[in-house]
């Protein structure tokens, strides 16, 4: 059975994950959850799953907490803030550790886990994004394995299986396009909220959607795969807009034989694989028809319509501290978007103007990394004409 602390336990990721923790009780239990705001999803999860220790990282809820799950017996360790959400991450005989903590909030946790020696699952892009540089000499150092959970990277890893050293040629990611791959680029100007959370193939968080429908996701998941796949040139991770999502990325070899992952859009399957890797878990589950499926297509993705893709591309090659600042100007315009305080084409605008008034630190520590997430979301705040007293990020 593999112990499994669980940080963002009520978003999706964390409730999907708990989904296959339920369904699995033979292979699975919980020692630590973590989540933000949502006490009532919580206290919920605590009673059903019976965690060892539990953090809230909104410590203005640690009352309500303790309230909601008041009679749970056992009852667990309650913390609060980032600092109890790190003691979670490195707490007690979990062996692995999902972090599904949304944006660079996950990056310090992440940490955590790992210099307690737990693997970690992880299903936060913005931890490699911001924090490559520092995360992956950690993982080295105390040889943890990390396993990629979203579907993208997720299916890289499965391809990989069996490759051997150096036999990995090219990375081809696929992307749905989102929620305006339909849409002519003259009518995005008019595009509201609704309309960007409306994404045609996956149920996800808002931030994600949103990330979806800008292609930024796919720009964040080519400065991952760099980190998490050997360093690869940026020369050689392509994005090809897949509007089925059934193939959720492909590798390239040195002989230009091309590998596959196949699967219907749903991310219980990167999960389970995630969690339960090196192994495979038989289910129930309802088997892929390709005669259902019926026809796969492809097409380039317009950069015209999705600007976000060359800014990634960009700072993933500037290197240093450039994709952090990236990450968090990511972050603090999609909050706006989300608060429908700027319009939808004012994300990319943003963030351009966020980087172009940014210098890499070439070789980061975890303070500059820190320093320069912090002053991204200040200066993007700028950028829009907001101060920080009237925008919360």
């Given amino acids: 059975m593999k112990a499994i602390t669980l940080l963002g336990s009520t978003g999706s990721i964390g409730t999907q994950t708990l989904d296959l923790v339920a369904q699995y009780p033979d292979r699975f239990r919980i020692v630590g959850l973590s989540a933000h705001n949502n006490i009532a999803r919580l206290a919920e999860q605590v009673r059903q799953f019976k965690p060892e220790i539990v953090a809230i990282s909104n410590p203005d809820k640690l009352g309500e907490l303790k309230d909601a799950i008041a009679g749970c017996d056992p009852s667990p360790r309650l913390l609060a803030g980032s600092e109890g959400v790190c ?27 790992i210099a307690a020696g737990k693997d970690i ?65 003259d009518k995005l100007s008019s595009v509201t909220l609704a309309d ?128 952090a600042v990236l990450n968090a100007a990511n972050e603090a315009a999609v909050a706006l978007f989300l608060n429908e305080q700027i319009g939808y084409l004012d994300i990319a605008r943003l963030l351009e103007a966020v980087c172009d008034r940014h210098n890499t630190i070439a070789q980061p520590s975890l303070d500059d990394i820190l320093e320069v997430d912090a002053w991204a979301r200040r200066i993007a705040k700028e950028q829009a004409g907001l101060s920080s007293a009237t925008v919360a990020v």
């Fill in 87 to 113: 003691e979670v991450a490195a707490y007690g005989d979990a062996n692995l550790v999902v972090t599904g903590i949304v944006g660079c909030a996950g990056l310090l946790p992440t940490l955590s886990a």
């Fill in 121 to 185: 699952a992880l299903a936060n892009k913005e931890t490699l994004v911001a924090g490559g540089p520092v995360v992956l000499p950690e993982v080295k150092k105390y040889g943890i394995n990390l396993v990629p959970v979203d579907s993208e990277h997720s299916a890289i890893f499965q391809c990989l299986q069996g490759v051997p050293a150096g036999g990995l040629r090219r990375i081809i990611l696929t992307a749905s396009g989102g929620a305006f791959r339909d849409l002519p680029i």
């Fill in 196 to 323: 960007a959370l409306k994404h045609p193939n996956w149920v996800m968080g808002r931030k994600i959607t949103i990330d979806s429908a800008t292609l930024m996701n796919k720009g964040l998941e080519v400065i991952e795969a760099h980190w998490l796949f050997g360093g690869l040139d940026y020369d050689n991770i392509d994005i090809v807009v897949h509007p089925q999502s059934i193939i959720h990325s492909l590798i390239e070899l040195q002989d230009t034989s091309v590998i596959a992952q196949l699967g219907w859009p749903d991310m219980h399957l990167p999960i389970l694989y995630g969690i339960s890797w090196p192994e495979r878990i038989y289910t129930d589950w309802k088997p892929l028809d390709l005669v259902e499926v019926a026809s796969l297509t492809f097409k380039a993705p317009d950069h015209r319509k999705y600007p976000c893709m060359k800014l990634a591309y960009a700072a993933g090659r500037a290197g240093g501290t450039m994709p």
